[in-house]
């Protein structure tokens, strides 16, 4: 059985999972102090695990992932969206802000020996104006010109560890982009980038718009920039479903 299969299967066992009544109150303090330690730091000498073994554990935590934040009350459903290298809590309001533009003297072809995963080229928005790889190598960016003088930004990393802090007034809306689910921010929200032991770069601390994060393999996708329909449609172009 492929994964594109497999995965279908297990969407359809999540939507017939009957979940009995929680103690929404004991749940939610439960898990927050759970999330609140060190979210999967790396063990010095710790072997990463194989593609196959990440690609498979991704997978599973995003069925089991919605599987919870499906049944789980609204603060809880914000903070367990970590299945996705991205961590997701409840924060304070967020101010619209330009989005940052990546720098234009980096091809995509110098940028994917940078990093340690295959970059995903998203042919439906054609040649990017600007690529960009973070210092430590673990996210590779691009960004667009639109014809209203936005900006649109696809970051995408390996979606195993930690790599992004979301901070949102509300919970991220989960959203069907073609074989795989994805998490839809409807509005400006706080975002960090996270180093391997889960430490913040505050440097790297903004505002972000309007953004969808989807998992594609060992690999996951932010797009900010776009509304919601423009959104999925480009996300379900990278997944060869659009």
Request: no cysteine.
């Amino acid at each position: 059985m492929n994964a594109e299969a497999l995965s279908e299967e297990l969407r359809d066992l999540g939507r017939a999972v009957e979940i009995p009544p929680l103690d929404a109150d004991a749940l939610t303090a439960r898990t927050m102090a759970q999330l609140a330690e060190p979210a999967r730091a790396a063990a010095p000498g710790r072997r990463r695990p194989s593609t196959p073994r990440r690609h498979w554990q991704a997978l599973a935590g995003a069925v089991v992932g919605l599987i919870i934040v499906l049944a789980l009350t609204p603060p809880v459903r914000a903070a367990v969206a970590d299945w996705f290298g991205v961590i997701v809590r409840s924060g304070a309001p967020a101010e619209s802000e330009p989005i940052p533009q990546a720098d234009p003297s980096l091809s995509l072809a110098e940028a994917r020996e940078l990093v340690s995963f295959e970059p995903i080229e998203p042919q439906a928005l054609g040649p990017p104006d600007g690529v960009e790889v973070s210092p430590d190598g673990r996210v590779l960016s691009m960004t667009w010109s639109d014809s209203d003088g936005g900006v649109i930004r696809l970051d995408q990393f390996s979606g195993v560890e930690p790599t992004y802090l979301k901070e949102s007034q509300r919970a991220a809306e989960i959203v069907d982009v073609g074989w795989t689910t994805a998490l839809w921010f409807d509005g400006p929200h706080h975002v960090v980038r996270l180093d391997e032991a889960g430490r913040e770069y505050i440097e790297t601390a903004r505002s972000a718009g309007p953004t969808l994060i989807m998992p594609i393999g060992d690999v996951t996708v932010r797009i900010e920039g776009l509304d919601r329909s423009a959104a999925i449609e480009t996300a379900r172009s990278l997944t060869g479903t659009g």
